[in-house]
């Protein structure tokens, strides 16, 4: 199993550009979530999934839209972005309310 | 509202020296799950217990032990004899259910750089 994967691992944007970071577990989680780790802090949620075609905001998801089509992927969007997102971007997936297992994460810069 | 405080910013040792990592918490649920991850350098989470309200058992993996105290709302880690690859930073986190999804709420975390 490859666990959770995510892409890309690096990532510089301009002010105003939109991308959307991927992510993808392989071991048939119904539960997935996005957070950002800003320097010297520790994690925020973002969004989560409690399942394919749910999904619900954590604490800080403006600027960030998700969809969850199957229960593999659970891709995060930002549509204009701005400085202030510049962070390392997590997600994580979960069986029910089980421990939740990390990606390697994304570092992306906003310029 | 849930709330992790590791009042530790950074701790330094030297090797073989014991290190304890304080965490503690504040919830209103009674049923929580406490837990801790470590981010080496590389950048990476890594998962390291997982531990149930009702359960107040101390454990210990290896050099890794944990103290868990409900009346003082503590999650203590522990590393004895530490060495240079246990230098990263230390995440305690704290279960929160809402929305029927179980939702951590982090610490900032403790970087601890253990020294030959």
């Known amino acids: 199993n490859a666990g959770v994967t995510q892409t890309p691992k690096f990532r510089i944007l301009k002010i105003g550009q939109s991308m959307t970071l991927q992510c993808t577990q392989d071991?048939?989680?119904?539960?997935m979530y996005w957070y950002r780790q800003d320097p010297g802090m520790g994690l925020k949620l973002i969004y989560y999934?409690?399942?394919?075609?749910?999904?619900d905001k954590g604490e800080v998801p403006n600027g960030y839209n998700v969809s969850r089509s199957t229960t593999e992927d659970f891709p995060l969007r930002l549509e204009l972005a701005a400085p202030s997102q510049t962070s390392v971007y997590f997600c994580?997936?979960?069986?029910?309310?089980?421990?939740?297992?990390f990606g390697p994460g994304t570092r992306l810069t906003v310029l | 509202a849930q709330k992790v405080t590791q009042a530790q910013t950074e701790i330094s040792v030297v090797e073989k020296e014991d290190v304890t990592l304080d965490c503690v918490y504040e919830?209103?649920?009674?049923?929580?799950?406490l837990f801790w991850y470590k981010q080496p350098p590389s950048g990476e989470l890594v998962f390291l217990i997982r531990?149930?309200?009702?359960?107040?058992q101390n454990e210990i993996s290896g050099r890794y032990s944990w103290n868990f105290q409900k009346s003082t709302s503590s999650f203590n880690f522990t590393i004895t004899a530490s060495q240079v690859v246990d230098s990263a930073v230390y995440f305690c986190?704290?279960?929160?259910?809402?929305?029927?999804?179980?939702?951590?709420?982090f610490g900032k975390g403790t970087k601890l750089t253990v020294n030959p």
């Open positions: 994580a997936s979960s069986y029910s309310r089980d421990t939740q297992y």
């Open positions: 071991m048939n989680h119904n539960y």
């Open positions: 999934s409690v399942g394919a075609g749910i999904t």
């Open positions: 919830t209103r649920d009674t049923t929580y799950y």
């Open positions: 531990r149930n309200s009702f359960d107040e």
């Open positions: 986190a704290l279960s929160e259910t809402q929305g029927g999804s179980e939702k951590l709420v």
